[in-house]
């Protein structure tokens, strides 16, 4: 006999939401769309078709003026299928809403580059899919490094911005059959340039093999003759100072070095992706003290100025039905015409 059963309201779970209403991907509903998504729906949907996922706080950082603003507008995406969204499990509390690229967002972004949308490679199950990938904090991170970087050059009054940002897949087309970058990058402050390929570690990883591709980045620097360093984001500084001993020794172990300037950094070290967390594994850095910002990376190994939409040679050629990169930067908000006059 149970003497002291269970209230019902302990076995409660979490009430569920109420199901948004959506629309129909009909060609009804596409042409509606045109006069519905603005240069900054747009741009936003390009960018998931290239970073495959963000989380509300990264989409912020990205293009809007508050998470209020974000959340307004997001859920109208929402409900016209230009993008999609989940939320992971946790544990404890809850986790942020994620964003991915949804069935008319897509079609809108392949006809506007004039494409068929079958050719793109694009398909809704894969999109959402990452929900259930092993891969999706190794993601977001990697996009929180850079939607960091966007948010610091839309500071007013900055001279400082992210002008290229490519993703994992990017990159594997161009570089795959040499390396695989986690992105590649390109930040312009005070009249300095520094292109980078950017690895993001969650400590997971054999160190033996995030060394080996140190190999990987001097073949390929060999073979275009552009010299780019590599940024190694780990989580801590413990795993920093194993990283650096590792990253040494194999560096010592190239033909060519200086071919690949390396620099690393801990997620517990404060400040912004650009502040004083880089340290240096080259033997330039021996005439420099202590860490450094992103920009003094730039004068440090200095590079020649390149056109922000010609890509750097390659080993290997683009599909040609995929869609243009992005610009990282967002398009400027047209003028308010409620704006007060003087």
């Given at each position: 006999m149970?003497?002291?059963?269970?209230p019902?309201?302990?076995?409660?779970?979490?009430?569920?939401?109420r199901?948004?209403?959506?629309?129909?991907?009909?060609?009804?509903?596409?042409?509606?769309?045109?006069?519905?998504l603005?240069?900054?729906?747009?741009w936003?949907?390009?960018m998931?078709?290239?970073?495959k996922?963000?989380t509300?706080?990264q989409?912020?950082?990205?293009?809007?003026?508050?998470?209020?603003?974000?959340?307004?507008?997001?859920?109208d995406?929402?409900?016209?299928?230009?993008?999609?969204?989940?939320?992971?499990?946790?544990?404890?509390?809850?986790?942020?809403m994620?964003?991915?690229?949804?069935?008319?967002?897509?079609?809108?972004?392949a006809?506007?580059?004039g494409l068929?949308?079958k050719?793109?490679?694009?398909?809704?199950?894969?999109?959402?899919?990452?929900?259930h990938s092993?891969?999706?904090?190794h993601?977001?991170?990697v996009?929180?490094?850079?939607?960091?970087?966007?948010?610091?050059?839309?500071r007013?009054?900055v001279?400082?911005?992210?002008?290229?940002?490519?993703?994992e897949?990017?990159c594997?087309?161009?570089?795959?059959?040499?390396?695989r970058?986690d992105?590649y990058?390109r930040?312009?402050e005070?009249?300095?340039?520094?292109?980078?390929?950017?690895?993001?570690?969650f400590?997971?990883?054999?160190?033996?093999?995030?060394?080996?591709?140190?190999?990987?980045?001097e073949?390929?620097?060999?073979?275009?003759?552009?010299?780019?360093?590599?940024?190694i984001?780990?989580?801590?500084?413990?795993?920093e100072?194993?990283?650096?001993?590792a990253?040494?020794?194999?560096?010592?172990?190239?033909?060519?070095?200086r071919l690949?300037?390396?620099?690393?950094?801990?997620?517990?070290?404060?400040?912004?992706?650009?502040?004083?967390?880089?340290?240096?594994?080259?033997?330039?850095?021996?005439?420099?003290?202590?860490?450094?910002?992103?920009v003094?990376?730039?004068?440090?190994?200095?590079?020649p100025?390149?056109?922000?939409?010609?890509?750097?040679?390659?080993?290997?050629?683009?599909?040609p039905?995929?869609?243009?990169?992005?610009?990282?930067?967002?398009?400027a908000?047209?003028?308010?015409?409620?704006?007060?006059?003087p």
């Amino acid at each position: 006999m149970i003497s002291n059963p269970t209230p019902q309201r302990a076995l409660r779970g979490h009430m569920p939401q109420r199901p948004t209403p959506r629309a129909a991907t009909t060609g009804e509903h596409h042409a509606q769309l045109a006069g519905r998504l603005t240069h900054r729906d747009r741009w936003l949907a390009r960018m998931l078709y290239e970073h495959k996922v963000f989380t509300t706080q990264q989409i912020v950082e990205l293009c809007y003026p508050s998470m209020r603003a974000a959340n307004h507008r997001m859920l109208d995406l929402f409900k016209w299928r230009v993008v999609d969204r989940f939320q992971p499990f946790v544990t404890t509390g809850t986790a942020p809403m994620h964003y991915v690229l949804d069935i008319a967002g897509a079609v809108a972004l392949a006809y506007e580059d004039g494409l068929d949308p079958k050719s793109i490679g694009y398909r809704h199950e894969d999109a959402i899919g990452i929900a259930h990938s092993l891969r999706l904090a190794h993601t977001v991170g990697v996009n929180g490094f850079f939607t960091a970087l966007v948010a610091l050059g839309r500071r007013p009054g900055v001279r400082r911005s992210l002008t290229a940002w490519w993703s994992e897949l990017r990159c594997g087309r161009l570089f795959g059959d040499m390396v695989r970058p986690d992105a590649y990058g390109r930040w312009h402050e005070d009249d300095h340039q520094l292109e980078f390929f950017f690895e993001f570690d969650f400590g997971t990883e054999d160190l033996g093999k995030l060394s080996r591709k140190l190999y990987g980045y001097e073949k390929l620097a060999a073979a275009t003759g552009i010299t780019t360093p590599v940024l190694i984001w780990l989580p801590t500084h413990r795993r920093e100072t194993s990283a650096r001993r590792a990253l040494a020794d194999c560096l010592s172990q190239l033909d060519r070095p200086r071919l690949v300037p390396l620099a690393t950094t801990a997620a517990d070290a404060a400040g912004d992706p650009a502040a004083t967390r880089w340290l240096p594994i080259t033997e330039a850095a021996t005439r420099h003290a202590g860490r450094l910002r992103l920009v003094e990376l730039a004068q440090l190994w200095p590079q020649p100025d390149l056109p922000g939409d010609v890509p750097p040679p390659g080993p290997a050629q683009q599909s040609p039905a995929a869609l243009t990169a992005p610009d990282p930067f967002p398009p400027a908000s047209p003028a308010s015409r409620f704006r007060r006059r003087p």
